[in-house]
């Protein structure tokens, strides 16, 4: 079982860049598949992207792609999301999520159901 702790949220201009950091307690960190999913005001969480447990594999969204990339260090037991390019729709609560489930196609790793674990989730606002 592992904990998500999320950081580096903060405010940021468009066009700037912030890394977000996903830092796990818990032992076998590696084996846990992580995903980072976001919440703007008044929308559903989406998803954003996705490192399986290897980190050999990632997936992302369509509005995350080219501007977002997603890292793990396992001995470090930390996620990184790197957001470059920021723009004011990517202000949101930002969340990262584990997961122990093993699926052949990344295409689960972006449904919320397939995470156990949660973070409380960190702000990102980005000005115009």
């Known amino acids: 079982q592992v904990q998500p702790v999320e950081s580096g949220g903060g405010l940021v201009q468009a066009g700037g860049s912030l890394r977000l950091s996903c830092a796990a307690s818990?032992?076998?960190?590696?084996?846990?598949?992580v995903g980072w999913f976001r919440q703007a005001p008044g929308k559903d969480r989406e998803f954003g992207a996705a490192?399986?447990?290897?980190?050999?594999?990632?997936v992302y969204s369509d509005s995350l792609k080219g501007r977002f990339t997603i890292s793990r260090d396992n001995a470090k037991k930390t996620v990184y999301l790197q957001m470059n390019n920021l723009k004011p729709e990517d202000t949101a609560v930002y969340y990262c999520?584990?997961?122990?489930?093993?699926?052949?196609?990344?295409?689960?790793?972006?449904?919320?159901?397939?995470?156990?674990?949660w973070g409380q989730g960190t702000q990102v606002t980005v000005s115009s």
């Open positions: 818990g032992s076998n960190f590696g084996g846990y598949s």
């Open positions: 999520a584990a997961s122990d489930k093993y699926y052949s196609s990344n295409d689960y790793y972006a449904l919320e159901e397939t995470y156990a674990y």
């Open positions: 490192i399986r447990f290897s980190g050999t594999s990632t």
